[in-house]
Structure formats: C-alpha cells, structure tokens
C-alpha cells in the first residue's frame, strides 16, 4: 500500500488489508502495525509475518535457480531440457526444451513433480508468455519399441532443442549424459534446481498431460486421463482384459498380457 495513502481505521479494515496484501506491501503493512495493541489486530500481523517469511524463502528459492542456471550455463544462449513419459505403458515420450530470459522471473519454478495441476498450468502458461523460446518433441510408441528409449531419448531431446530455432551455447539436461547435444551438460535432479530445466519439466509435464487426457475419448476403458499412460491398477486392468491400442508400449507390456494383440 503506498505510504501516502489513507490507513484502515478500524481493526477489521486492517485485517482485511494486511490478509489481501502482496508481499511488498505486506512488508510495509507488518512494520507499520508491529505495535498495534488490538488483539485481532496482533493475530493479523503474525499471520502476514509468516506469510511474508514463506513467500520470502520460496523466492530466495527461485532466485538461486535462477543463479545456478547463470553459472553452469554462462553468458550465451542456455536452453532447459527435460523430459516426461519414460516409465508410462502407453502414449509417448515427451521432451520440453525452454530458454527463459534473465527477467522476468517465473516464480513458482520447480520439478513438475512437486506441483499440484493447477499450479503447473498457472506456471506453463507464465512460461509460455516470457519464453525467448520452447521447443516440444514427442516419440511415439511404436517408435520407442523399435528403437528402445535410450534412443528415443536422444532423439527427442535433440529434436526439442532443435524445435526452439536457436542455436545454444550450452544445453542443460536433467538427468544423467546420453549424448544427446554437443553443448549439453547434465545435472541430476536438475529440474528442482535450475530454472530453465524447471521450465522444461513444468512445459513437458503439461503438454504430455493433456494429450493423454485426450485419448480417453479415442480409448476408453483404459483410464488414460487418471493414470495420463502410466501402470496404475486400473490401467494395468484394462490391458490384462481388453489388450492393448496402438498407443500403449508393447515392449513394456509383456507381463500384463500373454499375446499382445491391438485394440
């Protein structure tokens, strides 16, 4: 709230204020009423004094991501990769790459695992709206049983960087080294660690998402928009009693079914 405009008069107007305040202004609010000695007035403020203090961690959070990511990346042009669907039955593998700009910071960034739905949603779309650049691939599973997934994930990591129409410097990949970028280094668990990876995993896991939820209409029976393709019980169920589609991976699906025949 600026400093110039009038105070809440009555105990309830500032408990409402301080309740709806950003951070910034929460800040100023918790300063300015530290001494009031109103009771409702005490609890408000030590309510925003913790909301502050949270909101002030997961930013220091974010900010060292975003740190890290300077450090390993360097000065030229880095690119975050990741990639969603490596253990799922069925649909394909999905590899995000996403090269984010120094500001404005997406706050919020983490591994795609450690947000709800709609916390990946609002954060895809924050990213959608800042990326210089994000490049998406899918390996579909006919592919991935041809080739086996350390080439799948290959070929669509490379193929994600290349979807981004930059040429990087530098390659952040979450994960162990498969060769997939001459630029490339990889970090282990990098994407609850490094922005542009964060990114990546947020764009991969939601993209992936919705086209599974788009096959329960094409397959129904199978669960695809619960289990998005991986080996729930339900889904493993479904397979053991109605076979497989020509979306599942039938290399991984030999235990569940004793001939593996099309839906």
């Given at each position: ?79 975050g990769v990741d990639e969603v669907g490596r253990g799922a039955l069925a649909g394909p593998l999905t590899v995000a790459a996403v090269c984010l700009p120094a500001e404005p910071r997406v706050w919020g960034l983490n591994d795609s695992k450690q947000l ?148």
């Amino acid at each position: 709230m600026p400093e110039d405009s009038p105070r809440p008069a009555t105990a309830r107007e500032i408990v409402a204020t301080l309740s709806g305040a950003s951070l910034d202004e929460a800040r100023r609010l918790v300063e300015r009423y530290a001494e009031d000695p109103r009771k409702q007035v005490r609890h408000a403020v030590a309510v925003a004094r913790r909301r502050v203090a949270r909101e002030e961690a997961e930013r220091a959070r974010v900010e060292a991501m975003y740190a890290l990511q300077e450090e390993l990346g360097g000065p030229g042009v880095v690119v975050g990769v990741d990639e969603v669907g490596r253990g799922a039955l069925a649909g394909p593998l999905t590899v995000a790459a996403v090269c984010l700009p120094a500001e404005p910071r997406v706050w919020g960034l983490n591994d795609s695992k450690q947000l709800t739905p709609r916390e990946r949603e609002r954060i895809a779309a924050q990213v959608a709206d800042v990326a210089i650049a994000i490049g998406i691939a899918h390996v579909e599973p006919a592919v991935i049983d041809s080739v086996g997934m350390g080439s799948a994930l290959r070929q669509a990591m490379a193929s994600a960087v290349e979807e981004t129409g930059l040429e990087p410097d530098r390659v952040l990949i979450d994960g162990n080294p498969i060769g997939a970028h001459p630029a490339a280094l990889c970090i282990v668990k990098g994407d609850a660690r490094i922005a542009c990876i964060a990114a990546a995993s947020i764009v991969a896991k939601v993209t992936r998402d919705a086209l599974m939820v788009s096959y329960e209409e094409e397959y129904p029976g199978y669960h695809l928009a619960e289990c998005k393709g991986y080996g729930s019980a339900a889904h493993v169920t479904a397979i053991r009693e109605r076979g497989l589609t020509p979306i599942h991976r039938r290399s991984f699906c030999g235990n569940f079914v004793e001939q593996l025949r099309l839906f």
